[in-house]
């Protein structure tokens, strides 16, 4: 079973997703069976913030002066996770989530579940840096997407 702690620094989260923990537990509800750790209790935390601060994390931590729509930080790169794991943190740009501005509402929802999809995927070690790795990883991607999305709509 997912565990997730959301927090928030900016306040245009709450405009659009108003109970965010709701939300993102339903989402991690809708993984299919492989993703949802059934007999584990994995863990992770969900910072959602904005351009600015997302900015400032890349610059730090990956020195990547410009801001970004996501930025995930694993625990350990670790295939096999025991009971009580905390994969790691992700941190979500508001600003990136939200282009452009005048976007339906479920537009949005969809691009932020599809967004910590990916950032997901990198806690549990899948990266892009090859094209056999990106592949693999959109598939996957893909495949959880398609899950929640039937059950989260």
């Not at 620094?9 to 709450?14: F, G, R, T």
């Not at 584990?40 to 990547?64: A, E, G, H, V």
């Amino acid at each position: 079973m997912i565990n997730l702690d959301v927090l928030s620094e900016d306040i245009n989260w709450s405009k659009k997703i108003r109970k965010k923990e709701d939300f993102f537990y339903k989402v991690c509800k809708a993984f299919p069976k492989k993703y949802k750790f059934i007999n584990k209790k994995i863990y992770l935390t969900l910072l959602l913030s904005n351009n600015n601060n997302i900015k400032k994390l890349n610059k730090q931590f990956r020195d990547k002066d410009k801001p970004t729509d996501i930025l995930s930080f694993p625990v350990k790169r670790k295939k096999k996770l025991e009971n009580n794991f905390y994969l790691g943190d992700i941190i979500m740009s508001f600003n990136y989530m939200n282009k452009p501005k005048k976007q339906k509402l479920r537009i949005f929802k969809h691009k932020v579940i599809k967004t910590f999809i990916h950032g997901f995927l990198h806690l549990l070690g899948f990266d892009h840096v090859t094209l056999k790795d990106y592949k693999k990883m959109i598939i996957e991607e893909e495949k959880i997407y398609q899950s929640v999305i039937k059950k989260v709509n």
